[in-house]
């Protein structure tokens, strides 16, 4: 069964990647929560996090006074994650094309790396190798 998509906003995003570490005090319930969350980088006033959502959709479960993620929440913070960095690879990857003219062979090698052609030390004996 394929993954569903979910909008989220940029701080459920954060909410996600938090408790995948660990739980998060509940702020509905526990009255310390606030400090919790800002140590942790989440602000549990944003207009944006909107937890009653995550919990909805099952991202997130209220479990003993905390927050808890669920399979499916941990799914899509995984998935998030991977997208991101599929982005960076292909930044990477294309900077490598632009730079093609002036270092083609560090460009060659940074591309073939990007793609799993080749291992991180065969991709440096080839941005050694003269031209």
Same mark, same amino acid.
Do not use: C, N
């Given at each position: ?5 979910f909008?989220l906003s940029?701080?459920?995003y954060?909410l996600? &990647? $938090?408790t995948? =570490?660990m739980?998060?005090?509940?702020? $509905?319930?526990a009255?310390?929560a @606030?400090?919790?969350w800002?140590? @942790?980088g ?9 937890? #009653?959502e995550l ?5 997130v479960?209220r479990k003993d006074?905390? =927050?808890t ?5 941990? $799914?899509?913070h995984y998935r998030?994650a991977?997208e991101a ?5 292909? #930044?990477? &990857?294309?900077?490598?094309? #632009?730079?093609?003219?002036?270092h083609s062979q560090?460009a @060659?090698a940074? @591309?073939?790396l &990007?793609?799993?052609a080749i #291992? ?5 004996a080839?941005a050694?190798?003269?031209?």
């Amino acid at each position: 069964m394929p993954l569903p998509q979910f909008e989220l906003s940029r701080p459920q995003y954060q909410l996600l &990647a $938090a408790t995948v =570490l660990m739980p998060l005090p509940d702020p $509905a319930g526990a009255d310390d929560a @606030r400090t919790e969350w800002l140590a @942790r980088g989440l602000d549990p006033g944003d207009d944006e996090l909107d937890v #009653s959502e995550l919990v909805f959709l099952g991202l997130v479960a209220r479990k003993d006074g905390s =927050l808890t993620m669920t399979g499916l929440g941990a $799914a899509v913070h995984y998935r998030a994650a991977h997208e991101a960095a599929e982005e960076r690879l292909s #930044s990477v &990857a294309r900077l490598a094309e #632009s730079a093609e003219d002036t270092h083609s062979q560090l460009a @060659r090698a940074v @591309r073939r790396l &990007a793609q799993g052609a080749i #291992s991180f030390e065969q991709a440096l004996a080839e941005a050694k190798r003269e031209p």
